[in-house]
């Protein structure tokens, strides 16, 4: 779990750093990073705090980062 004290974020809102008008963009793709690298990532709080989870390859439960 990582919580922030800033302001948070919506994040069916943001824009999608895969398409056309965003690959020149300079910033943006650390939420899309989260969801493609980790198994399990979902938000609380409104954003503020994210729960993040990557299965281990050496078996099959799950462990989480932190």
Avoid: W
């Avoid at 809102?13 to 690298?37: F, K, S, V």
């Avoid at 198994?39 to 439960?61: A, L």
């Amino acid at each position: 779990m990582v919580r922030d004290e800033g302001k948070g974020f919506n994040s069916a809102e943001l824009p999608n750093p895969t398409a056309a008008e965003q690959l020149e963009a300079t910033h943006g793709r650390g939420i899309y990073l989260m969801r493609t690298l980790m198994d399990e990532v979902h938000f609380e709080r409104g954003g503020t705090v994210v729960h993040m989870r990557k299965k281990s390859e050496k078996s099959d439960s799950p462990s989480t980062c932190r």
